[in-house]
């Protein structure tokens, strides 16, 4: 069966319909719900590999912990980035060894470190002073990678300056990481999140391999570079393939580092986001005015319902409706909450059915990366975004 499905600028593309879009079309939702494909995970976390050769995949739990997706990825060998004692639990509760799991924020409690260093945790991610003494008092003799700030991102959906440590501070931590008697074995950053083109890694990686080069000059035996996350999904606008962009990206890396003892890359929205769509219902169409130049168009799901990296327009996810051979025209999308904030696209306004009504279903294509995360638990008496996995 074909479906047509509703191209970012407006013309309708044809593509095969999925396992998920079959399963949201046969199945009655009293809520939006996000269907996830774990088919499409396994396909992802291989296509991945095959690119990144040696580097390590470390899931980025927090793009979606559904315990199936954590499953999927343990059989196929995957590794994992944990931010918290909650996602450690839960990786080690489904099976992943200890050795396997990264703590990967550089924001931690002092009781999560130590619960990570009892379970076997032993790698642990640090961007400050503070934070190095913790870990040397809860997690003593762990290994430790310091994150840097990395600047001149053309992600869609940048990660700022709230993570990492910026160069002039690197080697000082390692030096209290020797000090405090802690094991400095490398740096971590974090391209930006929605990084569309390969290329977009090369200033980000001169920066590191700066900061790589001098530390060894300085005597430190790194052995690790954490690459992050990053790799892209398709919201509609092109991107290579998955095995083709992690190739490039580790050309990039070889290319700058030489040869080293272990690399990791932390996937998660390009692991994870084209696996699920939202089953989703148009609420309410309307017009403001009788002269009002564009629709508005209300769905049961919004920015805190699920749609949250939205806000400003940074992710554009692509829509499905059972109406889309007919005439489109533009529109504004918006959620079901009380609150303003609540409005999805509105600079850049959607193509939609122009015979769009009340009741109809509205599929959201790709959007199985930090939409279940990013759902509010009850805000304005809406249920979180449930969960299917198929
Ligand atoms: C969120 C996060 C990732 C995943 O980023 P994506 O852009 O979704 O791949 C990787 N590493 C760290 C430390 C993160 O916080």
């Known amino acids: 069966m074909n479906a047509t499905v509703t191209d970012i600028v407006g013309g309708p593309v044809v593509a095969p319909a999925s396992r998920i879009e079959n399963f949201i079309r046969s199945t009655r939702f009293d809520h ?18 095959a690119g990144l050769g040696e580097a390590h995949i470390h899931y980025a739990v927090k793009a979606n912990p559904a315990r199936e997706i954590i499953e999927t990825l343990i059989a196929n060998g995957s590794r994992f980035d944990a931010a918290s004692r909650g996602e450690i639990e839960l990786c080690l509760s489904l099976g992943a060894a200890p050795d396997d799991i990264s703590f990967g924020n550089t924001i931690k409690r002092p009781s999560d470190i130590a619960f990570a260093f009892h379970a076997g945790i032993t790698l642990f991610a640090v961007d400050a002073e503070e934070e190095m003494h913790k870990i040397a008092a809860q997690a003593p003799g762990a290994e430790v990678y310091v994150r840097l700030i990395v600047d001149a991102s053309e992600a869609d959906w940048p ?35 929605q990084t569309r083109k390969a290329r977009m890694w090369t200033t980000v990686l001169d920066q590191v391999a700066e900061i790589w080069h001098s530390a060894i000059a300085a005597g430190y035996a790194l052995t690790t570079l954490n690459i992050g996350g990053g790799f892209p999904a398709f919201y509609g606008e092109e991107i290579d393939s998955p095995t083709a962009y992690a190739a490039a990206v580790m050309d990039l890396v070889r290319a700058r580092f030489g040869k080293v003892e272990r690399i990791m890359a932390e996937p998660g929205r390009g692991l994870v986001a084209e696996a699920g769509m939202i089953a989703a219902e148009v609420l309410l ?18 920015r805190f319902s699920g749609l949250a990296e939205t806000e400003g327009e940074a992710i554009r996810y692509q829509f499905i409706t059972d109406r889309d051979h007919e005439e489109m025209g533009a529109c504004i999308l918006a959620g079901p909450s009380c609150d303003s904030a609540d409005v999805l696209y509105e600079k850049r306004p959607v193509q939609l059915p122009l015979g769009l009504t009340s009741g109809d279903r509205f599929i959201i294509r790709n959007c199985g990366a930090y939409t279940s995360t990013y759902s509010s638990i009850g805000f304005n008496g809406f249920p979180p975004l449930d969960v299917v996995v198929i």
Do not use: N
Request: with cysteine; aromatic share 8%; charged share 25%.
């Open 32 to 49: 939006p719900t996000l269907v996830i494909d774990t088919q499409v995970v396994e396909t992802q976390f291989r296509a991945l590999k």
């Open 159 to 193: 990660l700022t300056r709230k993570f990492g440590c910026a160069r002039d501070k690197a080697l000082d931590l390692l030096a209290l990481a020797t000090e405090l008697g802690l094991k400095p074995v490398g740096f971590s950053f974090h391209v930006g999140s």
């Open 285 to 302: 169409v309307s017009r403001k005015s009788e002269s009002d130049m564009h629709r508005w168009v209300y769905l049961d799901i919004g």
